[in-house]
């Protein structure tokens, strides 16, 4: 007798809780905002707090916790993030409030990939080149598979130096670039001393290499004094008094 009411109980909530699984989703999902919808508001919010434009992003291995929830369309919201929003992993926390005021949070989690426009190496470019924009063409990648340097602005590094060999295919790089030499060792330049009210022009000769902004020691032809001085362009440094 008790074996057949135990059995007759069980079968009974079998009937309940497999009711309460078919129904239970239908009356969320009536009112409430679908996975994809919320997957937009994700991508929308990582889109602002990056301040893309022109780029695409989209969302892998989308998810929402918890997924039966009663999020409406058209409700207001607050935005949280676990971490600082970048191409990769994100988590996001959007808290809203129920019809009874109550407060409710969504954990909304994906992999954020952004599809931009980056410079890549079109021809074998040796150790030495000085980059010109028909060394490159830009084409879309993923910016979370790219390492951290990658270049966006092409003018920054248009008639740097480069540093190693690069192949055609080649994403460019800060860490491929480097400023030229514009003052040789022992190759004549040409001195600028400039104060509050005049500006002396004279020959000089370079002791050792420069780049644009360094400081290097130059001997005056005229006087054979050395001085240093600063690179301001190819063959020319300045003194400031």
């Known amino acids: 007798m008790v074996k057949r009411l135990v059995k007759n109980f069980l079968g009974l909530l079998a009937i309940f809780l497999f009711l309460a699984l078919a129904f239970l989703p239908g009356l969320y999902a009536q009112d409430s905002m679908s996975e994809d919808e919320l997957r937009q508001i994700f991508l929308a919010q990582v889109k602002a707090r990056l301040g893309l434009k022109e780029e695409t992003i989209k969302a892998e291995k989308f998810r929402v916790e918890p997924r039966l929830h009663d999020f409406q369309r058209g409700q207001s919201y607050l935005v ?7 191409a990769g992993s994100n988590t996001m926390l959007l808290t809203y409030f129920s019809k009874t005021g109550e407060p409710k949070s969504l954990r909304l989690w994906g992999f954020v990939e952004v599809i931009a426009k980056v410079p890549v190496v079109v021809k074998p470019l040796p150790a030495g080149e000085i980059l010109r924009e028909e060394h490159v063409v830009f084409e879309k990648r993923e910016l979370s598979r790219l390492p951290h340097d990658v270049i966006f602005d092409l003018r920054s590094a248009l008639g740097k130096e480069i540093r190693v060999s690069l192949r ?31 500006l002396v022009k004279a020959k000089g000769i370079a002791l050792e290499n420069g780049k644009l902004g360094e400081m290097i020691r130059v001997r005056n032809k005229e006087s054979q004094r050395v001085i240093y001085a600063k690179v301001s362009g190819e063959n020319r440094v300045e003194v400031s008094f």
Do not use: H, Y
């Open 168 to 198: 055609p295919g080649m994403v460019l790089r800060s860490s491929f670039l480097q400023l030229p030499v514009l003052v040789k060792r022992n190759e004549e330049v040409e001195i600028f001393a400039q104060g509050k009210n005049f």
């Open 80 to 86: 949280d993030w676990v971490t600082e929003p970048r």
